[in-house]
């Protein structure tokens, strides 16, 4: 099966040509035919499968088939809201839709917060069709009376397992009390879970059910190793990585967000260029961050969860794990950051002895034995015993098996507990210093439209390639992957 076959109008087949697919990936071979037949759709598919253009094909289709709707003043109303997690990955969904529709006259605009209101108002002002926005901002206009969503016709709520995850789901229902009931709704998540089946009852009308991956499975094409190191001795084995493999794009992981302020200024120390990103990082060097590292000018992006969450970056080859997550689906979000459409990628976990207990979650969640090996003079000094990890507030033992919590008063016991997180960690909830959570939101990926969000500032943390010469999937702007030709490269 082509693009040719799925009976997209021509100007979006010329768009998706002209970017070098040819062949759908499966959630698109599904995706599309479904939203084209009207019906609502809940789509499960992991990050990297395509899933951002198998919802902005078929709503760009719709509507350039659809009349013109016009508010009062005669300017174009919204017909499409896009409904994300983060700033970042709202940012992406934009370009995508703006990357497809370039031959149509259709128009588009992102909203986020972390910037100023007043360029996105001005936007508002000479009419949009097309709507990708975060909750807290898009509400935030809705309050200030800048913004008019009665005569939304489509609404996707993508990532919808992570808007649970962070606390949105009162801000997703306030928002459904908004658009009009009489609507096409479609709803992408990567878990089927008993909340977002909950979720999809409320917002759904007899829906059409896609599954394309199995849940908490990782992709075939990432390469999972562990090394086995000491704790005092990571950075200086992340630098000799780095260093002696020649790696130049290198995408590191930590649990918290002053973490990653220590390990750059370690990295950069040893004439390795490193920047972070998380929510207290500013929206301009959030964006200078990932605009580097996509270039390759910066070699190294260190990150924390929930600001990586979305990030595409095209055949990024090397996620390094330098702290493993006491969440063990976050382990999947973060590795699913490489090996992305089919191109190869390699995830590396290094595991001192504090982290035995997060790994064997891990590996119970993903169904598979990680090997394991260590790297001569960086191994586990003898004699080394495991120690409490600090997550949030609490301490957490990380060397037992299981995920179990604390029972009465006295201690207790060696599960790698999971503790709601703190500030020092990357906290989920809703509210963090009275600012909105989609203001934790990570940089955006190419240029928005419309000027680009704006908002309270962020508060709490989150986090934000050549490759192997053989066919592969890439990810087209908004990380709709999509087969393509060997022989180009592009940024994501």
Same mark, same amino acid.
């Given at each position: 099966?082509?693009?040719d076959?799925?009976?997209?109008?021509?100007?979006?087949?010329?768009?998706?040509?002209e970017q070098?697919?040819?062949?759908?990936?499966?959630?698109?071979?599904?995706?599309?035919?479904?939203?084209?037949a009207?019906?609502?759709?809940?789509?499960?598919?992991?990050?990297?499968?395509?899933?951002?253009?198998?919802?902005?094909?078929?709503?760009?289709?719709?509507?350039?088939?659809g009349?013109?709707?016009?508010?009062?003043?005669?300017?174009?109303?919204?017909?499409?809201?896009?409904?994300?997690?983060?700033?970042?990955?709202?940012?992406?969904?934009?370009?995508?839709?703006?990357?497809?529709?370039?031959?149509?006259?259709?128009?588009?605009?992102?909203?986020?917060?972390?910037?100023?209101?007043?360029?996105?108002?001005?936007?508002?002002?000479?009419?949009?069709?097309?709507?990708v926005?975060?909750?807290?901002?898009?509400?935030?206009?809705h309050?200030?009376?800048?913004l008019?969503?009665?005569?939304?016709?489509?609404?996707?709520l993508d990532?919808?397992?992570?808007?649970?995850?962070?606390?949105?789901?009162h801000?997703?229902?306030?928002v459904?009390?908004?658009?009009?009931?009489?609507?096409?709704?479609?709803?992408?998540?990567?878990?089927?879970?008993?909340?977002?089946k909950?979720?999809?009852?409320?917002?759904?009308?007899?829906p059409?059910?896609?599954?394309?991956?199995?849940?908490?499975?990782?992709?075939?094409?990432i390469?999972?190793?562990?090394?086995?190191?000491?704790?005092?001795?990571?950075?200086?084995?992340?630098?000799?990585?780095?260093?002696?493999?020649?790696?130049?794009?290198?995408?590191?992981?930590?649990?918290?967000?002053?973490?990653?302020?220590?390990?750059?200024?370690?990295?950069?120390?040893?004439?390795?260029?490193?920047?972070?990103?998380?929510?207290?990082?500013?929206q301009?060097?959030?964006?200078?961050?990932?605009?580097?590292?996509?270039?390759?000018?910066?070699?190294?992006?260190?990150?924390?969860?929930?600001?990586?969450?979305?990030?595409?970056?095209?055949?990024?080859?090397?996620?390094?794990?330098?702290?493993?997550?006491?969440?063990?689906?976050?382990?999947v979000?973060?590795?699913?950051?490489t090996?992305?459409?089919?191109?190869?990628?390699?995830a590396?976990?290094?595991?001192?002895?504090?982290?035995?207990?997060?790994?064997?979650?891990?590996?119970?969640?993903i169904?598979?034995?990680?090997?394991?090996?260590?790297?001569?003079?960086?191994?586990?000094?003898?004699?080394?015993?495991?120690?409490?990890?600090?997550?949030?507030?609490?301490?957490?033992?990380?060397?037992?098996g299981?995920?179990?919590?604390?029972?009465?008063?006295?201690?207790?016991?060696?599960?790698?507990?999971?503790?709601?997180?703190?500030p020092?960690?990357?906290?989920?909830?809703?509210?963090?210093?009275?600012?909105?959570?989609?203001? @934790?939101? %990570? &940089? *955006?990926?190419? +240029?928005? #439209?419309? =000027? /680009? $969000? !704006?908002?309270?500032p962020a508060?709490?943390?989150?986090?934000? @390639?050549? %490759? &192997? *010469?053989?066919? +592969?999937? #890439?990810? =087209? /702007? $908004? !990380?709709?992957?999509?087969?393509?030709?060997p022989?180009?490269? @592009?940024?994501?």
């Amino acid at each position: 099966m082509t693009f040719d076959d799925l009976g997209l109008a021509q100007p979006l087949l010329r768009a998706v040509h002209e970017q070098g697919y040819d062949t759908p990936t499966p959630i698109q071979q599904q995706a599309i035919p479904a939203v084209l037949a009207g019906g609502d759709l809940l789509a499960g598919a992991q990050t990297g499968t395509g899933k951002t253009a198998g919802f902005t094909l078929p709503l760009l289709h719709r509507l350039n088939a659809g009349e013109p709707v016009k508010d009062a003043k005669g300017r174009p109303a919204i017909r499409a809201l896009i409904l994300t997690p983060t700033r970042e990955l709202a940012a992406q969904v934009e370009e995508s839709v703006r990357t497809y529709g370039k031959y149509l006259s259709l128009t588009s605009m992102v909203m986020f917060g972390g910037v100023g209101m007043g360029p996105q108002v001005d936007r508002l002002r000479r009419g949009v069709d097309i709507l990708v926005a975060t909750p807290g901002r898009l509400l935030d206009h809705h309050q200030q009376g800048t913004l008019d969503l009665s005569r939304v016709q489509y609404f996707v709520l993508d990532e919808a397992d992570r808007m649970l995850d962070m606390g949105f789901v009162h801000d997703i229902k306030k928002v459904l009390a908004i658009i009009p009931k009489n609507k096409q709704s479609l709803l992408f998540s990567a878990t089927f879970s008993d909340e977002i089946k909950a979720l999809a009852d409320k917002l759904l009308n007899k829906p059409q059910v896609i599954e394309v991956a199995r849940r908490n499975t990782t992709a075939e094409t990432i390469e999972q190793r562990v090394i086995n190191v000491g704790r005092e001795k990571k950075k200086d084995l992340l630098a000799h990585l780095i260093k002696s493999q020649n790696w130049h794009q290198v995408l590191v992981f930590t649990r918290m967000k002053h973490g990653a302020n220590r390990l750059c200024e370690f990295l950069n120390k040893n004439d390795i260029s490193a920047m972070a990103i998380h929510g207290n990082k500013s929206q301009g060097a959030r964006t200078k961050a990932l605009a580097e590292f996509k270039t390759g000018e910066l070699a190294v992006l260190v990150a924390t969860d929930i600001a990586a969450r979305g990030i595409d970056i095209d055949q990024l080859p090397h996620v390094i794990n330098f702290e493993l997550p006491n969440v063990p689906e976050d382990y999947v979000h973060r590795i699913g950051r490489t090996g992305r459409a089919g191109a190869q990628g390699e995830a590396l976990s290094l595991v001192c002895l504090d982290e035995e207990g997060f790994l064997g979650d891990i590996e119970k969640l993903i169904k598979r034995t990680l090997p394991r090996e260590t790297v001569a003079g960086f191994g586990p000094d003898a004699g080394e015993r495991a120690e409490p990890i600090q997550v949030g507030r609490r301490m957490m033992n990380g060397t037992g098996g299981g995920n179990k919590r604390p029972s009465g008063g006295g201690g207790g016991g060696g599960g790698a507990q999971r503790p709601p997180r703190g500030p020092n960690s990357e906290g989920r909830g809703p509210r963090d210093g009275g600012g909105r959570s989609d203001s @934790r939101g %990570a &940089a *955006p990926q190419g +240029r928005p #439209a419309g =000027g /680009g $969000g !704006g908002g309270r500032p962020a508060a709490a943390g989150q986090g934000q @390639r050549p %490759a &192997a *010469p053989k066919p +592969r999937a #890439a990810t =087209g /702007g $908004g !990380g709709g992957a999509l087969t393509r030709p060997p022989a180009r490269s @592009r940024q994501g």
